[in-house]
């Protein structure tokens, strides 16, 4: 999932100022399943503003919707009855959400709430880490399902660093050295002899080689 | 103006080599470099200049070996994949090989959140043996990365380096034989005060037969005090420094440490004269080069050969 934070209230309430009517909008998927931007979020975002406008003497008027999926048209439509009546959107999804419906609606002021961060996984309660950089070309398959371009600090391919100890990355003590991982999962599985192979020069062209990548399918395009 | 590398002569002509590391300064004074190649001559075989060690920005590592060049020294450059791409790096072996360094060492590099820039993108876009490949195959088959031809091929000796130290331990010797199969002709190690660990990584080391295939120098690094130590083995990634060598060096008097951090220096070299496929040190005084002709003295490893 894509994992995102909310930003201070601080900023939200500078970014705000000028507004008075507010349309907060938050989206029932990764962002809700972060704890970020879903219908709760909402609802307590809105419940702060409008707390703090009241103590400051200032009049604003908030609705609150949340949307399937704020990415995609067929639930951004939802908007397009009450958009016009706000003075601006504060969106509480990702950065791919808040831009789905900037482009819906091009006259519209549209704000993030978040600071969108990561494609990762719920760990426990409480804990997301990423595991995942979207780089186009996986290679999971060699490395032991161990990403080692997102969970290397420096995203080596040829194994660890030299500052790998007692299975720690030198980074973040917190966190697990990768090199640690693919090398105990290979060794473990009987593969081992996969890491004697030099992995050549990644192909980052599959990343970010022309600027915003797309996904064309024309079996999907009826 | 020499055109060979003299730390390659002097390994391949069976001798036990001598190299010294030199950290460029945190400025644009070519003196500092200049003085401290002074210092160093005649002492070593060659001057290995760091590429902005520990992600803290000083002096250009291809600049500072430009300026050890001019002075008539053997530099090695090295040259860490953290901050250029492969287009930027390519470029610089080139420009290296055409100001007539011999010597170039492949590495990742510290971690950019340790040093001064802690905000700037690590860029990583090929890791070190991917370079050291890439080098390998610029000088020996004229192509760079992707196939293009070059006009002239670059002349460098490649090293690379190993963490005997460092975990997963029984790794660490495969790690090695897989920067040689990439392409590395001389290794550098972390700095060696353990040496039990450090004999133990070189016998795997030679039971995967890459004794005979590389040249491998000790890393040495002469400790200035007990507190240097005590900060080393806790905050330095990657060092292994045994309770009794920190021990030892707070036995000393405060006066005495330096010299007491000498001496363990010259013990270690005296005893990885000793180890089969040893086949030189670099020595790393860190801003502390006037250590540099001592420590060699006292490791009978002077006078230098003539190569």
Request: glycine share 8%.
């Amino acid at each position: 999932m894509i994992t995102a934070e909310r930003k201070p209230i601080k900023e939200i309430k500078e970014m705000l100022a000028p507004y008075r009517k507010i349309l907060v909008v938050g989206c029932g998927s990764c962002v809700a399943e972060c704890a970020a931007g879903g219908e709760k979020e909402v609802g307590l975002l809105s419940s702060a503003l409008r707390m703090d406008a009241k103590a400051s003497g200032k009049e604003i008027e908030i609705r609150e919707m949340t949307l399937d999926r704020q990415c995609v048209y067929e639930f951004i439509d939802q908007l397009t009855e009450v958009i016009d009546q706000y003075d601006v959107v504060l969106s509480l999804a990702c950065g791919a959400g808040v831009q789905a419906v900037a482009e819906v609606f091009p006259r519209v002021h549209i704000l993030p709430a978040l600071n969108t961060t990561f494609l990762g996984e719920t760990k426990e309660a409480g804990l997301w880490v990423e595991n995942c950089r979207g780089c186009g070309d996986c290679k999971l398959g060699v490395f032991a399902a161990v990403c080692p371009v997102t969970r290397c600090a420096k995203g080596l391919f040829n194994g660890p660093c030299g500052g790998s100890k007692t299975d720690r990355c030198e980074v973040d003590p917190d966190v697990p050295c990768a090199w640690q991982l693919i090398v105990s999962r290979l060794e473990d599985t009987g593969r081992l002899d996969l890491l004697r192979k030099v992995h050549p020069p990644a192909d980052w062209s599959k990343q970010q080689g022309k600027g915003p990548r797309k996904i064309k399918r024309e079996d999907q395009r009826t | 103006m020499m055109t060979e590398s003299r730390l390659k002569n002097v390994l391949t002509s069976g001798k036990f080599a001598v190299t010294a590391e030199c950290g460029p300064p945190k400025g644009a004074d070519p003196e500092v470099v200049k003085s401290k190649g002074k210092i160093l001559r005649d002492h070593v075989d060659s001057i290995n200049v760091t590429d902005n060690q520990t992600g803290v920005v000083r002096l250009s590592s291809l600049a500072a070996c430009a300026l050890l060049k001019a002075e008539g020294l053997d530099p090695v450059l090295q040259m860490v994949t953290r901050d250029r791409n492969r287009i930027a790096l390519q470029s610089d072996v080139l420009g290296a090989s055409a100001l007539g360094i011999r010597n170039i060492l492949c590495l990742s590099g510290d971690h950019q959140s340790f040093g001064n820039q802690p905000q700037a993108k690590g860029v990583f876009d090929i890791d070190s043996i991917q370079l050291i490949q890439a080098v390998r195959k610029m000088r020996d088959a004229g192509e760079i990365i992707g196939g293009d031809k070059l006009t002239g091929a670059p002349q460098l000796f490649i090293g690379a380096v190993a963490n005997p130290f460092a975990d997963p331990f029984k790794y660490r010797a495969a790690r090695l034989a897989t920067k040689v199969d990439a392409g590395a002709e001389f290794i550098q190690t972390q700095c060696i005060y353990n040496l039990n660990r450090f004999k133990e990584w070189m016998g795997l080391v030679r039971d995967l037969g890459m004794a005979d295939k590389v040249y491998i120098l000790g890393g040495i690094t002469p400790l200035k005090s007990a507190k240097m130590a005590e900060y080393m083995a806790k905050n330095v990634a990657g060092m292994d420094i045994p309770e009794e060598v920190i021990n030892r060096m707070k036995a000393a008097p405060a006066t005495e440490q330096r010299q007491e951090g000498i001496r363990i220096a010259v013990e270690t070299i005296l005893a990885l004269k000793e180890i089969k496929g040893v086949h030189g040190v670099h020595i790393m005084a860190i801003e502390w080069e006037e250590a540099v002709p001592q420590i060699v003295e006292e490791s009978k490893l002077s006078p230098r050969p003539q190569a």
